[in-house]
């Protein structure tokens, strides 16, 4: 006779593991800014994400500032941040590829970039 | 021999993207060493200063738009991945831009990091001459701009408990063979 695996604590159980799976305990933004510190995002992009590290104003294509959401290049959404965060976004000069980071890294740092976004003056585009 | 690794590590260079197998046959009599340069706190520094602890040593420039922002990522990535604690291992980042990396330049760059590096810098003839001994070379592309580009050594030079360079990597060595590397170091005793 097979039995129903489906009970609360089970489906608690499988939650849980799930989201250990998923990239560890806690929230994908506070992961996120956890790895921006850690891995020296901030040179360029500035501790706060607005743009403004201490290489930042020696580089040819500038950084964005994070909470403008018309200025991101590639997408503002989480999935297109880590998109750009893997990938590059650009000719030599702009972002490069950060493949050392997992695909679940780079959400949650997108995550974390996405959560300092903030609504454009005058309303939507 | 030492043509060789020249070749090598010429090829490591920054307009190179080619993935390079991990080289083990770094730990010989003429290739890396002690040498003295200067802190982003513009004190004296010796190799011979962090002995006891495994170190990660690469050659770049605090303006660089890819090479060495991936490069310090992966680095950071392979140390806690190893599990080790920030304090078990020296990550060196020796500029080769002495010009625009000034001390203060770097304090400000290495205040970037959760756990900052030790940023290097020295005069011209200094710098040269610690890339000399690991094999490194780097060359200023002329553009008319302050916002040059610097051809460099991408290597990742691994040094032991001893000082002793022990291997190098490619910038883009998979985190867990990085970390694999510095784990084994690790476990070594000094």
Known sequence: ????????????????????????CGKA?????????ERGCAVCHGAGGRGDGPSAGRLDIPPRDFANVRAYRHGSSQHDIAASIREGSGPRGAMPPFRDLTDEQ?????AWIVSLQRPPAGGPP | MRIVLTFVLALLSACQRAPAPAMSEADRPGFGGDFTL???????????DVRGRPVVLFFGYTSCPDMCPMTM????????????????????FVSVDPKRDTPAVLKQYVASFKTPPIALTGTDEEIRRVAAEYHATYEIVPSGTPNYLVNHTTAIFLIDRRGRLRQYFAFDEKPETLADALRALLDEKG
Not at chain 2, 78 to 91: F, I, L
């Open chain 1, 1 to 24: 006779m097979l039995r129903r695996a489906s009970s609360p604590l089970m489906i608690m159980v499988s939650m849980a593991g799930t989201a250990l799976l998923a990239g560890g």
């Open chain 1, 29 to 37: 933004e506070d992961r996120g800014r956890q790895l921006y510190a």
């Open chain 2, 73 to 92: 990522s992966r680095i950071t990535g392979a140390v806690a991945r190893a599990g080790a604690k920030p304090s078990d291992v020296v990550t060196l």
């Open chain 2, 38 to 48: 200067t802190t982003q706190d513009n004190q004296p520094f010796h190799l011979a």
């Open chain 1, 106 to 110: 780079a959400g949650d740092i997108a």
